[in-house]
């Protein structure tokens, strides 16, 4: 059930945040070059901000570019146009092409069969709401990647889908060079 309510949301600056998000409001700028419009939004909760990084910042098994792939591919299932540009762009500044990008976000991949099992599977819980078909896993598994990393996937998943649902409800503006839909 769809409704038709439109509210517009404004991204905040630094004066509207509260205290507890300013040092992580900071520390973005300082390392990223500025406030992406997403991360602002989460400064809207007195914790918002501080919680998110908090989390998006622990340790993984996986490698960052193992997680810029599930982005990709979640941030597609998702339909989220922000993820998707921004991810692009982070991956990037992983190793990947935009034709990679491309392959990551269809859940296909064809230069990397590991990426490829790690992408399939991670497509699949997020279509399957975690029901996931056991031949996914099996291949996951086939690929050299064990229990831990399964949990280490369903948490980056978790992750992205947060930050997806955020924009496809707030709709704020894209601050990443925009990609094109597959």
């Known amino acids: 059930m769809k ?11 630094r004066e509207q945040m509260s205290v507890d998000n300013l040092p992580t409001y900071d520390t973005i700028v300082k390392s990223v070059g500025f406030m992406p419009n997403l991360f602002a939004t989460l400064g809207l909760s007195d914790n918002g901000l501080k919680r998110y990084i908090s989390f998006q910042n622990e340790k ?96 980056q998943i978790g992750e992205k889908t947060m930050t997806n649902y955020l924009h496809n409800i707030t709709q704020i503006p894209i601050d990443f060079p925009e990609v094109a839909n597959i």
């Open 3 to 13: 409704t038709n309510l439109k509210i517009n949301f404004e991204v905040p600056n």
């Open 60 to 155: 993984s098994s996986l490698s960052n570019k193992e997680k810029e792939a599930i982005n990709l591919v979640v941030s597609e299932v998702n339909e989220c146009d922000y993820c998707r540009a921004a991810h692009t762009a982070i991956g990037k500044m992983n190793g990947f092409t935009d034709e990679q990008a491309l392959e990551l976000r269809s859940g296909q991949v064809s230069f990397d069969s590991k990426l490829n099992a790690l992408v399939k599977l991670s497509q699949n819980i997020v279509h399957t709401r975690g029901k996931v078909t056991s031949q996914y896993l099996e291949l996951f598994f086939n690929e050299g990647y064990n229990q831990g990393h399964l949990v280490d996937v369903i948490l």
